[in-house]
């Protein structure tokens, strides 16, 4: 395994985000991390981005502790639940900065304007962007950076089904290059069979990780389900 989460636990004051959570991601994998809202995917990302620091337990990649990675080397990109930007910057100057900091980088600015569109908004600053254009620009930068680990949180968020329909290539290709992929969705239909593993959290807590049919197999579930179907079934359970 290239990335391992071991125990992590987290709280915001009395509210436990997460209890003693375990699981792994490995290279060349794409690894779903669903739940309802609240059910600890965000800070999970956070942790496993460094944004937070776990109140127990550590994250690993390549088998040393995330504390230990200098900033200038951690090989993780992220793509936030909540888009941030330099408001001075146009989407070009956006692509030009990041591309700068991360020279050894081979991803081409021109083919990321073409493939995501942006042609007519390249002089534009974030704010006059609309939603879906704003998460493809947080979604670009990402591929932008140097990184074996791409983090995404709820990216599905203000996509049209064909940038829905892009995004999911673009998760593929990461998988055939070798990269560890993680993706947060409480969208399941976006990434039922998607996926090569996931990771299923309710209310802070592990109920369950594995590819798909193994889940469904560990809880006993028959017949062809959905990934819809099994999160309700095993949530369900997790309840009682």
């Known amino acids: 395994m290239y990335l391992s989460v071991e125990n992590i636990s987290y709280s915001y004051g009395n509210i436990r985000a997460l209890r003693d959570v375990s699981f792994s991601a490995n290279l060349g994998e794409v690894t779903g991390i669903i739940g309802a809202n609240g059910a600890g995917k965000t800070t999970a990302m956070r942790i496993i981005t460094r944004y937070l620091v776990p109140q127990k ?20 990109s992220y793509i936030p639940d909540e888009p941030v930007f ?47 254009n704003r998460q493809k620009l947080m979604i670009a930068l990402a591929l932008l950076r140097e990184y074996q680990i791409l983090i995404a949180d709820e990216p599905f968020t203000g996509l049209d089904p064909n940038q829905i329909y892009n995004f999911k290539n673009i998760l593929s290709e990461q998988r ?22 996931y990771v299923i959290l309710h209310k802070g807590y592990l109920l369950a990780v594995g590819t798909k049919e193994d889940i469904q197999a560990a809880f006993d579930i028959e017949g062809a389900a959905s990934l819809e179907t099994i999160y309700l079934e095993i949530t369900k359970r997790g309840e009682k």
């Open 176 to 197: 055939e290059m070798g990269k560890a992929v993680l993706l947060s969705t409480h969208l399941l239909d976006m990434i039922d069979n998607l996926c090569d593993r």
């Open 57 to 76: 337990g550590d994250v690993f990649i390549d088998g040393r502790s995330i504390r230990q990675w200098r900033n200038e080397d951690f090989p993780v």
């Open 86 to 132: 330099y408001e001075e910057l146009t989407l070009l100057e956006h692509l030009h900065f990041v591309k700068a900091l991360y020279p050894k980088n081979t991803q081409d600015i021109e083919g990321l304007i073409e493939r995501f569109e942006f042609y007519d908004h390249i002089n534009k600053v974030p704010s006059s962007l609309s939603k879906g």
